[in-house]
């Protein structure tokens, strides 16, 4: 266990932490005695009990924001994953009904041909126009 030396609103606080967290426990203290600096330029010197309960305070509140904007960042980022996946499904639907029509057309032309090679006029249900605009639709 390794103990740090940080500075509060002008006082010294010596601090337990774990060994290698020396350096970032500095840095959180940095940032709140920054924080409470602030305070005390705006309301004066209060107390060090009072000031620290006002960074706190306000440490919480932007603490409770940040997890308000995850929580709705996560909600839209499942409401596009919703999206993607019903997207995904009908996307899949209209490859199967084209490959079903370029089926039935291939058929068709096969007859076609078929038909043609026999000399042969072709049969009303070969391929025609409205069967290629049908596979286009």
């Known amino acids: 266990m390794s103990k740090v030396s940080v500075t509060l609103n002008g006082r010294e606080f010596t ?14 203290a940095q940032i709140l005695d920054r924080r409470v600096g602030t305070i005390a330029d705006q309301v004066g010197q209060i107390g060090d009990l009072r000031l620290l309960l006002m960074a706190a305070l306000m440490l919480v509140d932007e603490q409770k924001d940040a997890e308000r904007r995850v929580d709705a960042l ?31 057309i291939a058929e068709r032309l096969e007859g076609l ?5 026999e000399g042969g006029e072709p049969t009303p249900g070969d391929a025609s126009n409205a069967d290629l605009a049908e596979a286009r639709a």
């Open 15 to 28: 601090i337990g932490c774990e060994d290698g967290q020396e350096a970032y426990l500095k840095e959180l």
């Open 74 to 104: 996560e909600s839209h980022v499942e409401h596009l994953r919703r999206e993607r996946s019903g997207s995904a499904s009908t996307q899949a639907a209209d490859r199967d009904r084209l490959a079903r029509h370029i089926l039935r």
């Open 113 to 117: 041909a078929d038909s043609l090679e």
